[in-house]
């Protein structure tokens, strides 16, 4: 049973740097990309950044230049680096995975990430 656990989440200052993580576990096939959505109360699920197997990744673009996010294959993880957060990160932010032939979308549990005074 393929499993994603997330970690890292909390609260932090405006400014603030918080660094998720991301592990896969009990998949037997290939993980293809992973990435980094988030919710925040009455708006709908964005994806704030991905990454392919062979490592490029994409952003949402208000994230740009504050957020980076890498994966170690061998691990089966991925991490969110999140630099410079503002209060409209606010958001439960949930780990995807898309694994095996059919690119199946596997989903963590989500983490609260709040940015606060």
């Known amino acids: 049973q393929v499993q994603l656990v997330e970690s890292g989440g909390g609260l932090v200052q405006p400014g603030g740097s918080l660094r998720l993580s991301c592990e896969v576990s009990?998949?037997?096939?290939?993980?293809?990309?992973m990435g980094w959505y988030r919710q925040a109360p009455g708006k709908e699920r964005e994806m704030v950044a991905r990454?392919?197997?062979?490592?490029?990744?994409n952003y949402l673009d208000s994230v740009k230049g504050r957020f980076t996010i890498s994966r170690d294959t061998a691990k089966n993880t991925a991490h969110l680096q999140m630099n410079n957060l503002k209060a409209d990160d606010t958001a439960v932010y949930y780990c995807?995975?898309?694994?095996?032939?059919?690119?199946?979308?596997?989903w963590g549990q989500g983490t609260q990430v709040t940015v606060s005074s």
């Open positions: 995807n995975a898309q694994i095996g032939l059919v690119w199946y979308d596997y």
């Open positions: 009990g998949s037997g096939f290939s993980i293809n990309n």
């Open positions: 990454i392919t197997w062979g490592g490029t990744a």
